[in-house]
């Protein structure tokens, strides 16, 4: 049995068509290949008789967008790898569209390579062609000339004559010959629209790394143009600023091609007199001795270049045999399994599933649920001080200084609070310096900083507010400053200590910002001159206080974590656990910090009534931050920029 016949209806007509098995049947409806499978039988047959299929035919837009629509490209962080993927009711046509559109995409790459192969080859291939004629013109005319006269040697002295006067000849040739080039690809950038950039060759000429290097730049910033018109709008800012890049670069190169059009010019000129001073030089020899030189020489300027041609040829033809793809297949596609279920089954599962799992964290939370959302639920966990805590407050994207915004609430009394327990610290030694941390980023550090500072500063003392987390400050947008210059710019060695400072006369703060952000901030940290500023804080400031990067993810704030007085950590009660403090009292023993204490952040409204007698206002707050490496144990973020 290695046929099968196909029944089915269309238009109200009964259709019959017997087909092979495993061989691809082509009709004026549709094109099929069907496998026998080993199970297929005669008890079997029967059985799948009875089933019914329906086939909807579709138009080519629709399988297009139904393939757009369950296809999605991811790069994987960190690298330049493309991860593929497409949902499709049959495994083996998703399988079989992948490995095309793979091969499709590397082939499309490749022949933009190949393109600019040809036309250089093009190129070279008519200048030769141009050499031969007018070779084969050359030894025509002197083996006539040869016939009709007689012809001695030349003496020494019109031999060196002659030699000179073809050397300078043959510069000013390839001179001439570099100009045209330079006019021709001006004229060629000049006239092209951006979507066909392919350059002309400029090879056969002595080489021009930087005009080779802008000319690929440019073709390479054109390609991708070209791959993201399909993807990307054209008001898009990426599409725009992509825009803008390709014109700056065009303008540049066009500067550089008019510039090397004046050098060569002058060149020219130079090698043209030189000529012409030898070929005065040579009028002394007999006119027939003249004319047969002028021959020769024209004729070895012509096989110079000759020669010149065919090895760039080679060269080129050579270059085409090496051309690669720029991307690979790193793995083949592959089925994942069955992704897709019944929807309907799918929501009256998940229904329940919600139902019987939102159960289940509730008890779970309330049970074993181990965030510390509680002053005492921290207290009870450590011998660390602990300060104090702030209440959640919903207005902080409006107002981050709730200091000066709402200086009689609660909130701000809770900052009144956390002063007063800050001068408890350290009861030896005067509190001056004093380091606001945190374990994670987006805790609330800057946002104690900048009113702690605030505070601080309200109760008569000269304070100095230093923004000392190099990776991603925030305490320029907390003061609604410009981060031109600070920190960053003093270790370097551009600015002085006095040049830092940002005085805000309406707070009584003086303010020194982290500066531009430097790409080895970690490492700019250990620069002995931050403890010239740290001294120069203590001198001249009754307090300074130095918001540092998460202590838990970069090393920065350990560094001089022991040239502090007062270490102040904050934790959010959204990530404030019992691991969270354990590495924090590791840090505190292994530092030697004379004083410090905690902060809870965050603390919500029925939590803080417990804590507060009856604090009511509400504080919210928390930011996207990110840091790529450093210290971790455990507890994931996610980097969300404002």
């Known amino acids: 049995m290695n ?12 259709i019959s068509r017997r087909h092979n098995f495993g061989e691809k049947e082509y009709t004026n409806e549709y094109i ?15 059985r799948l008789k009875q089933l019914k299929y329906r086939i909807v035919p579709h138009s080519e837009t629709f399988l297009v967008n139904k393939i757009r629509r369950s296809m999605s490209i991811d790069n994987i962080d960190y690298t330049s790898i493309l991860l593929v993927r497409l949902e499709d009711e049959i495994a083996v046509r998703a399988k079989m569209f992948l490995d095309t559109l793979s091969q499709v995409y590397i082939n499309y790459s490749k022949r933009s390579d190949s393109l600019i192969n040809a036309k250089t080859l093009f190129h070279i291939g008519n200048q030769i062609d141009t050499l031969k004629v ?6 025509t005319e002197l083996e006539i000339y040869r016939k009709d006269s007689t012809i001695l040697n030349l003496d020494k002295e019109s031999d060196k004559f002659f030699e000179e006067w073809v050397r300078y000849d043959s510069e000013r040739r390839k001179y001439q010959l570099q100009l045209q080039s330079i006019n021709n690809l001006e004229k060629y950038m000049k006239n092209t629209k951006d979507h066909n950039l392919i350059p002309p060759s400029f090879y056969v000429l002595e080489r021009d790394d930087f005009l080779e290097q802008s000319l690929q730049e440019l073709y390479t910033k054109q390609i991708q143009k070209n791959r993201s018109e399909f993807d990307i709008k054209f008001q898009h ?15 540049d190169i066009l500067l550089y091609i008019e510039d090397t059009r004046v050098a060569i010019t002058q060149k020219i000129k130079e090698v043209t007199k030189q000529t012409s001073q030898y070929a005065d030089l040579m009028k002394r020899v007999p006119r027939r001795q003249r004319d047969m030189l002028s021959i020769e020489r024209e004729n070895q300027v012509n096989e110079k270049l000759y020669l010149f041609l065919l090895e760039k040829q080679a060269n080129t033809e050579i270059a085409r045999a090496g051309i ?4 690979k297949v790193i793995e083949r596609s592959r089925s994942i399994g069955k992704v897709g279920p019944d929807k309907e089954r799918i929501y009256y599962i998940f229904i329940l599933a919600g139902l019987v799992l939102a159960g289940v964290i509730t008890f779970v939370k309330y049970i074993y649920f181990d965030n510390i959302e509680r002053i005492q639920d921290l207290k009870d966990l450590t011998s660390l001080p602990v300060l104090g805590g702030i209440p959640n407050y919903k207005e902080i994207e409006d107002q981050q200084l709730v200091i000066h915004s709402k200086p009689k ?19 030896d030694k005067e509190a001056k310096v004093v380091l606001v941390s945190s374990v994670h980023p987006g805790e609330g550090k800057t946002f104690l900083s900048s009113n702690l500072a605030s505070i601080l500063a309200k109760s008569d003392k000269r304070v100095l507010l230093i923004d000392l987390d190099l990776h991603k400050p925030k305490i320029q947008t907390t003061l609604n400053l410009s981060n031109d210059h600070g920190v960053s710019s003093y270790l370097i060695g551009k600015m002085g200590i006095e040049e830092l400072t940002t005085s805000l006369p309406e707070m009584d703060l003086d303010v020194i910002l982290s500066g531009p952000i430097p790409p080895n901030p970690s490492e700019l940290i250990l620069n002995e001159k931050l403890m010239k500023l740290i001294a120069y804080g203590r001198e001249h400031y009754d307090m300074v206080i130095v918001d540092t990067p998460p202590i838990g993810l970069i090393s920065d704030a350990m560094v001089f974590l022991n040239q502090v007085d007062v270490g102040v950590f904050v934790m959010h009660t959204s990530m404030a656990k019992r691991q969270g403090v354990e590495f924090l009292e590791e840090i505190v023993r292994k530092s030697g910090v004379p004083g410090y204490g905690l902060v809870l952040n965050n603390i919500k409204t029925k939590r803080w009534r417990t804590y507060g007698g009856g604090y009511g206002m509400r504080y919210g707050y928390g930011y996207g931050y990110g840091y790529g490496y450093g210290y971790g144990y455990g507890q994931g973020y996610i980097d969300d920029e404002d």
């Open 324 to 327: 690669t793809p720029q991307m």
């Open 134 to 139: 007018r070779l084969d013109t050359i030894e």
């Open 237 to 251: 800012a990426g599409m725009q600023q992509l825009d803008s890049t390709i014109s700056t670069m065009k303008k």
């Open 3 to 14: 046929t099968y016949k196909l029944d089915y209806e269309k238009g109200g007509v009964n």
């Open 409 to 427: 609430s609660q909130i701000a009394e809770a900052f009144r609070n956390l002063r007063t327990n800050l001068t408890y610290l350290n009861p």
């Open 32 to 46: 099929i290949k069907t496998d026998r499978r080993a199970e297929l039988n005669e008890n079997s047959v029967e």
